[in-house]
């Protein structure tokens, strides 16, 4: 999106905002620091506003994210009182929000605050920006175009949202705007170093345990580049960890050296198995995702997938490798 076209994405859902008295704020199912750090920042913002607020995800925050204000109102059912707006950050296509889908689609206006770029866009106004790192980077500028003014709260949860979807400024989409945002974020009251303590450096002895199963299971054994993990239900059981917090484990196996490609197969309830991908930039893994109804980024994606654990580990392999030989192939030609 151009510059001036974001601009005026911007000046409609602001007058929008404003003419609305009450909110469902949602983002996607099994959220991600950025997802509920755009969240809960903008759902502060708008009380700032004095705006009702309904803070709304089909799945509960991690446990690692608890120290972020909020994190403890949000709800996977939405209030026994209906919105005048909905707001919806960092879903690359409404379908994410899970069975909070009909919840927005019911409400009169709805806004798209994004950064995919998978075209999935929704919604009555679409403040979406796929050059910027994080959707909380969009939020950010969202909440100082409202007047808000960002205090240590709104500044701690937009900073999570950038530190974790740049990958703690290391993915290739961390940019100068990033890291400008970032450093005006320390500078309203966010304290990097707790953030970064809150959710890289707190790991339970039973997810501990869960990153060590994983490791001790990772199949590199790959001419196309690939490495891969699988975590079972049994595993949960035998450790104790929550399924939340498999959280990090992907970018374990993403930092092993000569590999393309990461993924990380977890298998839940109902014969499902939920799939990381991370990549080094060779292939974009959203596309790989979005065959099997999930989505994300270029060089980071998921999805869930019915099945038993070796039939969708198969599936999502041949996959990957198909996306590599294509992409092999490009670079040929």
Not at 141 to 168: M, N
Not at 208 to 232: E, Q
Not at 271 to 280: G, H, M, P
Request: aromatic share 4%; glycine share 10%.
């Amino acid at each position: 999106m151009s510059e001036e076209t974001m601009s005026r994405a911007l000046e409609r859902a602001v007058s929008l905002i404003q003419k609305s008295k009450s909110f469902y704020v949602g983002t996607h199912i099994r959220p991600d620091g950025d997802a509920l750090g755009s969240l809960l920042a903008l759902s502060l913002a708008l009380e700032c506003r004095q705006k009702r607020v309904a803070r709304l995800c089909a799945d509960p925050a991690p446990a690692s994210y608890g120290f972020l204000a909020g994190a403890d109102r949000i709800s996977p059912k939405p209030p026994d009182w209906t919105a005048d707006m909905g707001i919806v950050v960092d879903c690359d296509g409404i379908g994410r929000l899970g069975p909070l889908e009909a919840v927005f689609e019911r409400l009169p206006r709805l806004l798209d605050v994004d950064h995919h770029a998978t075209g999935q866009t929704f919604g009555e106004v679409r403040l979406v920006d796929p050059s910027a790192g994080a959707a909380a980077e969009i939020v950010y500028e969202l909440v100082r175009s409202l007047g808000v003014e960002i205090g240590p709260d709104i500044a701690a949860c937009l900073y999570a949202g950038i530190l974790t979807d740049t990958g703690r400024f290391t993915y290739g989409n961390a940019s100068s705007d990033s890291l400008r945002i970032a450093s005006e974020l320390v500078e309203a009251g966010a304290d990097p170093h707790g953030i970064a303590r809150n959710i890289y450096e707190d790991r339970s002895v039973a997810a501990t345990h869960l990153l060590g199963i994983a490791l001790a299971r990772l199949s590199a054994n790959d001419d196309a580049g690939v490495v891969s993990a699988m975590l079972t239900r049994r595993d949960f059981v035998e450790t104790g960890a929550a399924a939340s917090e498999t959280e990090g484990i992907i970018d374990h196996l993403r930092a092993i050296g000569g590999r393309r490609v990461a993924l990380l197969f977890v298998e839940t309830d109902g014969d499902r198995v939920r799939v990381s991908l991370r990549s080094d930039g060779s292939v974009d893994v959203s596309a790989v995702a979005l065959q099997f109804g999930g989505g994300g980024h270029a060089m980071a994606a998921g999805c869930t997938v019915q099945g038993r654990g070796e039939e969708v580990r198969d599936k999502l392999l041949a996959a990957v490798r198909g996306a590599l030989r294509a992409a092999n192939a490009g670079h040929d030609s």
